[in-house]
């Protein structure tokens, strides 16, 4: 169709037929304009209406514009997305796929076929977003621009280059105009993280642009989405700052850079990763003001404090400080050294990797490489008879037998595991081969802990609504309690710092006979709460109650017990309001209702029954919420495991190849994977090297499936971290025997 003072001419048939008569008259008015804009504009109608009709109407797709590939775009060179306002979406060899509001326009089609060499195929879009599209898509610095004018900068922020001067100096010149609002951009983005206390920063390009997100007080939260057309820049931007090269988008690569905010220089760890829609990164900010060393700087309870204090003064044995990853375990055991040093004893450490300087401690890092382990580091220390040795953590049966060892021949040892309560950090060193007996006798004390957010005193809401059943018997109606809301003070999150709750167990006479005699981890834990424990779940809640936090943040961190909390030794005992009423209102038949596992009502009414197999109705509770990421390139075999994962109460997410993998363990926080080994892109050797390199990620459960008859990576899977491996082909129950097997064993948390 020619152009005629209006270009869109076309559209007034289909017009006619959704707008009354009078509209249709105020649009036919209007010259200079295009029918479709003036209408929308007007209010007459809107994009989406029109769309639809033309869709039906011309039988035409209408355009997904977020899909627009980089591809397409440099094939189709500015100026003729411009002239003729349209968006290159996706290209093949054979034809381009682009996004028009005409789909009459000939000229447009035949010059891009003739451009590009392909056949043009046409999907609808409205003309406005298209505009905006072409803008991110050819222009991102504009756009970056745009957004840069909405953001107050009141922090000063600076590159400190060391090694990287040259290509900074190469973006100061030539390219400096279009350059520069990436670089402004990536300064309010690190700028602004550090102002808000963030510990790490993540740029995750996904469909619809490049996502930044904060971690503040341990909880990832998106900020800001950028334009797709951004990512490439910023992540090279961010590259150089680095040390890294730009080039390879391929590999995943690390680097350190500087920045200074306010005249604080500041240390960022960079990493980059290739991932499903492009490179992703995150940055560690490095801030060692924020780190806290001192016992009473964690914002423990005093009863609780004293309890810690009371333990470090012992002169030998051992202290374990449990908790999953991210519980503040590290920050626990330095202020816990802290604590014994003012005692003016020796100190020495084997750690992996030394993550505090302590001065007047001497602190070796592990060589695994070098052959230097934890075990045979820990062995040549103790030839020099230390009074204090942390081990940073135990993995293996030779440093906790040497361990032991040390401590029951004067010497204090403190170490941590992953564990997710005090008592069951005895099994776990029973299970990697300590002998009971030593162990009752060498164990002082086991501190359990979690870190809970404090909510933002300045703009917390007293919460108003009825306490949810399940928190009943814990949490006396008509308590008064916080609910976090979100101010300038707290970068809008509702919480400000956190504070650790703790379960501390202290060993007494009958705890270590308990433990000497094999007993389970429940008689176990009972003979300690009878000495004093009061258990995670009691110590959150009275932060609740004490109004430092709030239910989500408690149910966020710690799950409700499944244990009766009527029995005498679980009740919140030090809180007045708990002890008032708790107990009272919760008959025995409510607490039972409570129990969100699907054990039959004969197991649970059978008391037998728990005690001969106290395990069974953990693993099944933590088997409903558990979650199971299934690594598979063959979508058949993903289809049928998946099947038989869900049938047997897992939630089950996917991903079919090692790159996506990875995308998938931190978007869906998975409580195992189940990993291939022959993966498209990154296989299952690198996915394990990648989560075994990352803290977050360390202890993750994974099951690698093996080909059969292939010993040699039977072997090399256990060396690159697999917890545990299956030969393929298996029996299906074989694959979720397994992974009961391994959530039983890790009872794992996080
Ligand atoms: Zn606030």
Redesign the pocket.
């Known amino acids: 169709m020619s152009k005629g003072h209006i270009r869109d001419e076309w559209l007034l048939p289909t017009l006619e037929t959704l707008l009354s008569k009078e509209s249709v008259g105020v649009l036919r008015t209007a010259v200079q304009e295009s029918y479709w804009e003036s209408a929308v504009r007007r209010g007459f109608i809107s994009d989406d209406e029109i769309l639809t009709a033309l869709a039906s109407r011309f039988h035409m797709k209408i355009a997904n514009l977020s899909l627009a590939a980089p591809q397409a775009r440099e094939h189709v060179p500015e100026s003729l997305a411009r002239k003729y306002r349209i968006v290159p979406l996706t290209i093949t060899d054979s034809a381009l796929e682009i996004a028009t509001a005409d789909p009459h326009d000939l000229d447009c089609e035949r010059t891009l076929a003739f451009a590009t060499g392909r056949t043009v195929k046409m999907s609808l879009a409205a003309p406005t977003k298209i505009a905006e599209r072409l803008d991110e898509l050819y222009r991102p610095e504009n756009v970056v621009s745009k957004i840069l004018e909405n953001v107050s900068a009141n922090y000063d922020i600076q590159a400190i280059a060391d090694v990287q001067s040259q290509e900074d100096m190469e973006l100061g010149g030539e390219k400096a105009s279009s350059e520069r609002p990436i670089i402004r951009l990536v300064d309010h983005i690190f700028a602004e993280g550090i102002t808000s206390r963030a510990s790490d920063i993540h740029l995750e390009p996904e469909e619809g642009g490049v996502a930044v997100r904060y971690r503040i007080d341990g909880v990832l939260r998106q900020t800001m989405v950028l334009p797709r057309a951004a990512g490439i820049p910023l992540v090279s931007r961010i590259k150089i700052m680095s040390g890294l090269d730009i080039a390879d988008r391929l590999r995943p690569q690390d680097g350190r850079a500087r920045v200074a905010v306010n005249g604080v220089p500041i240390d960022l760890r960079v990493s980059t990763l290739p991932a499903s829609q492009g490179e992703k990164v995150v940055v560690r900010i490095l801030d060692t003001r924020a780190t806290v060393l001192s016992l009473d700087g964690m914002g423990l309870r005093a009863d609780e404090l004293e309890r810690i204090k009371r333990l470090l003064e012992m002169r030998e044995g051992v202290i374990l400080v449990t908790g999953p990853t991210g519980s503040g375990k590290t920050t626990t055991l330095y202020s816990a050294l802290r604590q014994i040093q003012t005692r003016g004893v020796n100190i020495v450490t084997v750690e992996d990797p030394v993550e505090y300087r302590l001065q007047g401690v001497v602190q070796v890092q592990v060589h695994e490489k070098a052959g230097l382990t934890f075990a045979t580091a820990l062995r040549s220390i103790l030839r020099q008879d230390p009074d204090v040795v942390l081990v940073g953590e135990v993995r293996d049966r030779e440093t906790a037998a040497t361990a032991v060892q040390a401590s029951l021949t004067g010497h204090l040892v403190l170490t941590t595991l992953h564990t997710i309560d005090a008592a069951s950090s005895i099994t776990r060193l029973t299970d990697i081969g300590v002998e009971s007996y030593k162990l009752a006798a060498a164990l002082k004390g086991i501190v359990a802990q979690r870190l809970l957010r404090r909510v ?5 809401e007293v919460w108003m609504d009825p306490i949810p059943d399940r928190l009943r018997p814990w949490i006396p109606a008509g308590t008064p309690l916080f609910r ?13 710092g956190r504070m650790a709750v703790v379960e501390v167990l202290v060993s007494n006479a009958e705890v270590e006979r308990r433990i000497s005699a094999g007993e389970s981890v429940d008689r176990v834990a009972d003979a300690a709460r009878e000495g004093g424990m009061r258990s995670l779940w009691e110590s959150g809640v009275s932060r609740v109650i004490g109004g430092d936090t709030t239910i989500e943040e408690l149910l966020r961190v710690l799950e409700v017990p499944q244990e009766d909390p009527s029995r005498p030794a679980a009740r919140p005992s030090s809180s007045p309001a708990g002890r008032k009423g708790g107990a009272r209102e919760a008959p025995h038949a409510n607490s039972r209702a409570l129990e969100p596992s699907p054990v039959p009502a004969s197991a649970v009414h059978d008391a037998a029954f728990e005690l001969l197999d106290d395990l069974t109705p953990h693993a099944k509770a933590r088997r409903e919420h558990a979650t199971v990421l299934l690594v598979e390139d063959e979508e058949p075999l993903r289809r049928v495991l998946r099947e038989l994962l869900e049938r047997e109460g897992f939630t089950v997410i996917e991903a079919s190849d090692g790159v996506l993998a990875l995308d998938e363990v931190d978007r869906g926080a998975p409580d195992i994977v189940v990993l291939d080994l022959n993966l498209p892109r990154l296989d299952g050797y690198g996915v394990l090297s990648h989560l075994r390199a990352r803290q977050a990620t360390s202890a993750l459960p994974v099951i690698v499936l093996t080909a059969k008859g292939d010993e040699d990576s039977e072997v090399r899977v256990f060396e690159y971290g697999a917890s545990d491996f299956l030969t393929k082909p298996f029996r299906p129950r074989a694959l979720s025997a397994r992974i009961n097997a391994l959530l039983g064993r890790a009872r794992q948390v996080d």
């Open positions: 933002c005193p300045q703009c917390r976090a809301a979100g101010c300038d003070h707290c970068a809008k999150t509702g919480y400000r």
